[in-house]
């Protein structure tokens, strides 16, 4: 018999051995999640002895790490701004970058419209919807996506975080008109697609291996969907309502630029922490 500790002290040094960089990290959240376990009951229980069952699933575990397969989708959860996310090869893992864009939705709306109508366009997980609507009790959010598995995941993560109250899911295309009857909107976030379809084979193969193809690919030149979401859903924004998007590198102003050409009335932006311009802002 083996105790948790031994199991991790395993696991680390498999991925230490196949070049993981953070095995020490990686090999406590396969532990604990095999195990069943928070962190803080991982590091109570080291000594005690555990299954063969565990150690098991944890080598296994490893072995799909090691292959390649993102440490979100073997764990099948991941944090985003704080709150706990499911997470399945049906939807992108939320990423650092695009709590710049929940940070930008919150201050534009704190103090100024607590109680606004948001959409969440393209919402994947829905990490946006979770992390918005958990900032601003008041706020009321329909999540869009074009994806009925992705759409699973996202009512799951609502009903996680126990926003069933104001957030609710719909299936559309975020490409082509609205939904009739959805009604007009403060808000409308989003974290499109915008990887140029060329780019795609040069991802990185975690990304390009594990992670919903179709959640990437942003056409030709990677602004597909920024031009459909602009055509097609700014007649549902509010008299001074705003649209924030995420972009790739290189992209914001070519997108600030097509909000200014289909009528909107300023543009600004914000960085990530490299410097990048990350989110666009469009006021309506």
């Given at each position: 018999?083996?105790?948790?500790?031994?199991?991790?002290?395993?696991?680390?040094?498999?991925?230490?051995?196949?070049?993981?960089?953070?095995?020490?990290q990686e090999a406590r959240l396969i532990v604990s999640s095999v195990s069943g376990k928070n962190s803080q009951e991982f590091l109570r229980d080291l000594r005690l002895y555990t299954s063969p069952e565990i150690e098991s699933k944890a080598v296994e575990s490893a072995k799909r790490r090691i292959a390649g397969e993102?440490?979100?989708?073997?764990?099948?959860?991941?944090?985003?701004?704080?709150?706990?996310?499911?997470?399945?090869?049906?939807?992108?893992?939320?990423?650092?970058?695009?709590?710049?864009?929940?940070?930008?939705?919150?201050?534009?709306?704190?103090?100024?419209?607590?109680?606004?109508?948001?959409?969440?366009?393209?919402?994947?997980?829905?990490?946006?919807?979770?992390?918005?609507?958990?900032?601003?009790?008041?706020?009321?959010?329909?999540?869009?996506?074009?994806?009925?598995?992705?759409?699973?995941?996202?009512?799951?993560?609502?009903?996680?975080?126990?926003?069933?109250?104001?957030?609710?899911?719909?299936?559309?295309?975020?490409?082509?008109?609205?939904?009739?009857?959805?009604?007009?909107?403060?808000?409308?976030?989003?974290?499109?697609?915008?990887?140029?379809?060329?780019?795609?084979?040069?991802?990185?193969?975690?990304?390009?291996?594990?992670?919903?193809?179709?959640?990437?690919?942003?056409?030709?030149?990677?602004?597909?969907?920024?031009?459909?979401?602009?055509?097609?859903?700014?007649?549902?924004?509010?008299?001074?309502?705003?649209?924030?998007?995420?972009?790739?590198?290189?992209?914001?102003?070519?997108?600030?630029?097509?909000?200014?050409?289909?009528?909107?009335?300023?543009?600004?932006?914000?960085?990530?922490?490299?410097?990048?311009?990350?989110?666009?802002?469009?006021?309506?």
């Amino acid at each position: 018999m083996k105790t948790y500790n031994d199991i991790y002290i395993e696991i680390r040094n498999m991925l230490r051995d196949a070049g993981i960089e953070s095995y020490s990290q990686e090999a406590r959240l396969i532990v604990s999640s095999v195990s069943g376990k928070n962190s803080q009951e991982f590091l109570r229980d080291l000594r005690l002895y555990t299954s063969p069952e565990i150690e098991s699933k944890a080598v296994e575990s490893a072995k799909r790490r090691i292959a390649g397969e993102p440490i979100a989708y073997i764990l099948g959860e991941w944090e985003f701004y704080g709150l706990p996310l499911y997470v399945t090869n049906d939807v992108l893992i939320p990423r650092a970058d695009t709590e710049i864009l929940v940070e930008a939705a919150i201050d534009l709306l704190t103090g100024f419209k607590m109680g606004a109508r948001i959409l969440d366009l393209c919402c994947g997980s829905g990490c946006i919807t979770c992390a918005v609507a958990h900032e601003l009790p008041a706020s009321r959010i329909i999540a869009v996506d074009i994806s009925h598995a992705a759409l699973e995941v996202c009512r799951k993560n609502i009903a996680l975080n126990r926003l069933s109250s104001r957030a609710i899911c719909m299936q559309a295309d975020a490409i082509a008109k609205p939904p009739a009857g959805i009604g007009a909107f403060d808000m409308i976030i989003s974290n499109p697609p915008y990887i140029a379809s060329s780019e795609i084979t040069g991802l990185d193969s975690s990304v390009r291996d594990y992670e919903p193809i179709w959640a990437l690919d942003g056409g030709d030149d990677g602004l597909k969907f920024y031009r459909g979401i602009i055509k097609y859903w700014k007649t549902i924004l509010k008299e001074d309502g705003c649209i924030l998007f995420e972009v790739g590198e290189g992209q914001a102003e070519a997108v600030g630029e097509m909000l200014l050409s289909a009528g909107f009335r300023s543009v600004s932006y914000r960085k990530d922490t490299l410097g990048t311009d990350r989110v666009v802002i469009g006021r309506y």
